[in-house]
Nanobody, 126 residues
Framework: QVQLVESGGGLVQAGETLRLSCAAS????????VGWFRQAPGKEREFVAA????????YYGDSVKGRFTISRVNAKKSVYLVMNSLKPEDTAVYYC???????????????????WGQGTQVTVSS
């Protein structure tokens, strides 16, 4: 079992930077990949970014590529998402999720995530 708690959300203006954190507990942290997803009101959940167990492989959704960076510190059982150049369309609830496996699937990096946090709200004003 994995428990995930997100933090760091808030209200920012367009162009600003925000860093989200995801603190994990339960199963040994270095045994699974972690991802970030988001969901805006009235929209489907969207893949944002994912990182494998040791940080060697990362993947990003097309809408955030080049602006967001995912990282992890296994000693702190934490994953981070630095979001630069934020846009109003980035407004959503952001969720941290744990995959059942240590590695990501290159052809489908958003698949296989089974444990989810409660989410943190990010609002970007124009």
């Amino acid at each position: 079992q994995v428990q995930l708690v997100e933090s760091g959300g808030g209200l920012v203006q367009a162009g600003e930077t925000l860093r989200l954190s995801c603190a994990a507990s339960g199963r040994t942290f270095s045994t699974y990949a972690v991802g970030w997803f988001r969901q805006a009101p009235g929209k489907e959940r969207e893949f944002v970014a994912a990182i494998d167990w040791n940080g060697d492989s990362t993947y990003y959704g097309d809408s955030v590529k080049g602006r967001f960076t995912i990282s992890r510190v296994n000693a702190k059982k934490s994953v981070y998402l630095v979001m630069n150049s934020l846009k109003p369309e980035d407004t959503a609830v952001y969720y941290c999720a744990a995959r059942n496996y240590a590695y990501l699937e290159p052809g489908s990096p958003s698949s296989g995530f089974a444990s989810w946090g409660q989410g943190t709200q990010v609002t970007v004003s124009s």
